[in-house]
Structures are given as C-alpha cells and as structure tokens.
C-alpha cells in the first residue's frame, strides 16, 4: 500500500499503554507511515477487597459476567484464578462482551462469549443487554476499572441486579517519552491518538507548563466519550473513529489524509 499512500513518509503517535501499539504500528508501516509510542497511561491492578474477593469466588452463582474492556477480561481471569484456582466459569454463567475485540481477547483467556454487542459503547452496549435480558431480571457482575463511568450501571439498574467490581486502576505513567513528547511541542508530527479520556488528561496535565497550542493541536481519537474528554480541554479533533479497533482506527485515518489531497 505504501506505493501513493497518503500516508507515505508521514509520522504518527499513539498515546496507548505501553506495548499495546504493535498492531497499530504494523498497519502504518505497511503504508509507508512511522508509529511512535507515547505512553499516557499505564494500567496497573488494585488490590482486591475482601468484598471482591467474596464476588470472585461466587462469580459462577451469577447469571451474566459482562465485559466492556479487554484489560476487564485480562484483570478478572487473572484474579478469578487467583482466588478459586479456576481457568473458567461454570456454563451457566452467561459472558457477554462489548464488542468483538473484547470478545476475542475472552475467547483467548478461555471464555466463549455468548453475548457479543453489535456496538462498541456504554450506552449501546446497555440498550442491547436490555433486550437480552427481556424482563428476566438476572444477576450481573461487571469485572472494571476504577475510573469507568457509572453509564452502564444506571442504564441497567432497573433492569438488574449489577454489582460492579473495580479490579484496575488507570495512571499516568512514571516515565514519559519525552523525545517523542518534543516532537508534539516541536509540531514534527502528523497526528496524535488518543483512546482514553484518561489519556487526554495525562496529556494536557503533562504539557501544561510546554508552548502547546491544544487547538491546533493535531489529534484524532477512539469513540465519544474520549471525543468528548477532547473537547472539553479545548483539543479539537480532526476526526473520530467510533469503533474502537485498530483497523477502524487505521482506515478512518486513510480517509482522512484522502480527503486532505483532494
């Protein structure tokens, strides 16, 4: 693809956990772009409450597991062995992810989804697990991070008994790139990703005291709410791509450098 890319001899930069750009990387090198990583947030794990761990050990008794994060999936298997010495749930318990790419990193951790959202937000997510649930009322877990919003738990409430359970907690890193972060200040780049609103923050908390213009900020992010975290920071998008995937990602910026040689 790189022979007439729009992409070709351009540089990008992902703001994701470190070592979780690979594949991002892959796609821009293929078109003849460079990836960097900047790190703005590190995930690390919380230690587990006496309550967590009592909703670990009876985690089979619910009806539905429901995941809306890989690092949920990762986080839980990991603390549900842990604590029951178990590789897996017992089949009646009900997995359902929030998309496919949370859905294939629980098929990786043994899982077998038998839920799959056809969207990849809190409030679509919810809508469609109203449907499922049909009036039956079941017992939820949601394995999450400290930081989630509480749009899933209001939407579903009415609907069941969810009872959260923060297993994660999102930071800034305590090293930052900061040659990759001079190329931003130094505006030699293309454009910046962001795919968290914890991200956004870290960024703007980092650069606070450097000679950034946020609103000519060259950034583009994943879904609305990190759209939204954007805006509210004076950070103007040039685009957003409402699926969180990296081929979605990918191609909403081929689109976009298109449209630019038009």
């Not at 690092?71 to 897996?88: A, D, I, L, P």
Request: aromatic fraction near 10%; proline fraction near 6%.
């Amino acid at each position: 693809m790189s022979i007439g890319s729009p992409l070709q001899g351009k540089l990008f930069i992902s703001t994701r956990a470190e070592n979780r750009s690979g594949e991002l990387k892959e796609y821009f090198a293929h078109a003849g772009a460079e990836l960097l990583e900047l790190p703005l947030i590190a995930i690390n794990p919380l230690a587990v409450s006496p309550s967590g761990k009592n909703k670990l050990e009876k985690a089979g008794t619910f009806d539905w597991v429901i995941f809306t994060s890989e690092n949920g999936v990762m986080h839980f298997m990991e603390e549900y062995q842990k604590v029951t010495g178990s590789v897996s749930l017992p089949a009646q318990t009900g997995i359902a992810a929030i998309g496919p790419k949370t859905a294939k990193v629980a098929v990786k951790y043994g899982l077998s989804p038998r839920f799959i959202s056809r969207t990849s937000n809190a409030t679509g997510f919810s809508d469609e697990l109203i449907s499922l649930f049909q009036g039956r009322h079941p017992r939820i877990l949601w394995p999450t991070g400290s930081l989630s919003p509480v749009t899933l738990t209001d939407k579903l409430k009415r609907f069941c008994d969810i009872e959260r359970l923060d297993l994660y907690q999102t930071l800034l890193p305590e090293k930052i790139n900061q040659s990759v972060l001079q190329l931003v200040v130094d505006n030699l780049y293309d454009m910046i990703f962001f795919f968290s609103p914890s991200a956004v923050r870290n960024f703007c908390s980092i650069t606070r005291e450097r000679q950034i213009n946020r609103v000519q900020l060259k950034a583009a992010c994943i879904g609305p709410v990190t759209r939204d975290t954007c805006i509210e920071l004076n950070i103007v998008p040039s685009f957003t791509s409402l699926i969180p995937e990296t081929a979605a990602l990918f191609e909403s910026t081929l689109d976009y450098f298109r449209s630019k040689e038009k």
